[in-house]
């Protein structure tokens, strides 16, 4: 049984839906680098518990994210969470274990961001992938990116990190895609498996 945590403000929350109803590609990324990682994840997952994993999309969107790990074949249960949209309203009330937590923290209010990787934490059994903004361009000038290292730094207070990969957008996914010309994808492990 996980606690309810409080990530976002009610004023926050109403800008978002907003921005999902008005703007139909807010919410949609794939996120296709995260192809290889997802599956190196799920197979770790799996060696330790015997059967596909559980997968939470935490912050999920429209759900886009969700349907990509699906076809993966990858995971076992796939659940989608995000406050913003109704078909995915309802917040989870267990542990899964891998939880992916994309374009999430950039997005936040400052004051809820460790709150959030708090929350990530405690629904996280054996590890947790995020992917975080960490430069600026003027179509994201709504977000909050930090450093890499800031953001590992953050994580590291509610998880042990194991890996740290920054990836820099090519010309064509800024240009077709809207990537975000840089991003930091962090893998991190509960810290029951070092301490307890």
């Known amino acids: 049984m996980v606690r309810s945590i409080r990530t976002y403000s009610d004023?926050?929350?109403?800008?978002?839906r907003e921005?999902?109803?008005?703007?139909?590609?807010?919410?949609t990324h794939r996120?296709?680098?995260?192809?290889?990682?997802?599956?190196?994840?799920a197979a770790a997952?799996?060696?330790?518990?015997?059967a596909p994993p559980s997968l939470l999309d935490y912050g999920c969107g429209k759900g886009v994210f969700v349907e990509e790990m699906r076809r993966l074949g990858r995971f076992a249960d796939i659940v989608g969470f995000d406050p913003a949209l109704?078909?995915?309203?309802i917040r989870p009330t267990r542990v899964f274990d891998v939880v992916t937590c994309l374009d999430v923290l950039d997005q936040l209010e400052d004051r809820f961001v460790g709150a959030a990787i708090e929350d990530v934490a405690q629904f996280a059994g054996r590890?947790?992938?995020?992917?975080?903004?960490?430069?600026?361009?003027?179509?994201?000038?709504?977000?909050?990116?930090r450093s890499a290292l800031v953001?590992?730094?953050?994580?590291e207070?509610?998880?042990?990190v194991t890996s740290t990969e920054i990836r820099t957008a090519s010309e064509w996914e800024i240009a077709m895609e809207g990537a975000c010309p840089e991003r930091v994808i962090i893998v991190a492990a509960p810290r029951w498996e070092v301490d307890g």
Do not use: C, E
């Open 86 to 89: 109704d078909q995915f309203k």
């Open 157 to 160: 207070r509610h998880l042990r």
């Open 11 to 16: 004023l926050w929350l109403r800008r978002h």
């Open 31 to 41: 996120h296709p680098y995260l192809l290889s990682t997802m599956r190196a994840v």
């Open 127 to 145: 590890a947790a992938v995020f992917s975080i903004i960490t430069r600026q361009s003027p179509q994201f000038a709504h977000l909050r990116p």
């Open 45 to 50: 997952a799996q060696a330790v518990a015997g």
């Open 19 to 27: 921005t999902h109803a008005k703007q139909a590609v807010f919410g």
């Open 151 to 155: 953001w590992r730094q953050l994580i």
